[in-house]
């Protein structure tokens, strides 16, 4: 199974991404926890093209969700302007994990309650150049 990563530019960042994508089970969930520009993102973007996806994929902040795939294959959930259990339940949440798209949140500590057990769980660090970035896998 996938392990931690230490990255040394975006490039390498979406590789691991790729490579984490490429071993998930269909339906998978994914939760990215660490700060503002630590690259979460970037990881994102590697998923969907270790899922073969050609789309561009950007930050979904404001939009809350985007739908990548079609049929969906993979879900980007950003919880970051929308700390409100209750607003995620409204809008149905749930059911995006109950399908056989990946899902990955941004920011999950909002919705911790949500997430399934067997959620897969990364902490994204900034290193000591620019670039690096240190991920690993929570245990």
């Given amino acids: ?9 975006p490039a ?22 660490g700060g503002l520009g630590s690259g979460k993102t970037t990881f994102v973007q590697g998923m969907a093209a270790g899922l073969g996806l050609e789309e561009e994929i950007t930050s979904p902040t404001f939009a809350l969700i ?11 959930i950003d919880c970051y302007r929308e700390p409100s259990l209750d607003r995620w339940v409204g809008l149905g949440l749930s059911e995006y994990f109950a399908t056989d798209a990946i899902a990955v949140v941004e920011w999950p ?3 911790a309650a ?17 670039d690096e970035r240190l991920i690993r896998r929570a245990r």
Avoid: C, K, N
């Fill in 1 to 9: 199974m996938w392990q931690d990563a230490r990255t040394d530019s």
């Fill in 12 to 33: 390498a960042t979406r590789q691991a991404g790729a490579q984490l994508a490429a071993e998930l089970p269909p339906g998978a969930v994914v939760a990215l926890h």
């Fill in 66 to 76: 985007h739908e990548y795939g079609r049929p969906a294959r993979l879900f980007h």
């Fill in 109 to 111: 500590e909002a919705i």
């Fill in 114 to 130: 949500l997430l399934p057990p067997e959620t897969v769980h990364l902490q994204f660090e900034l290193g000591a150049t620019p």
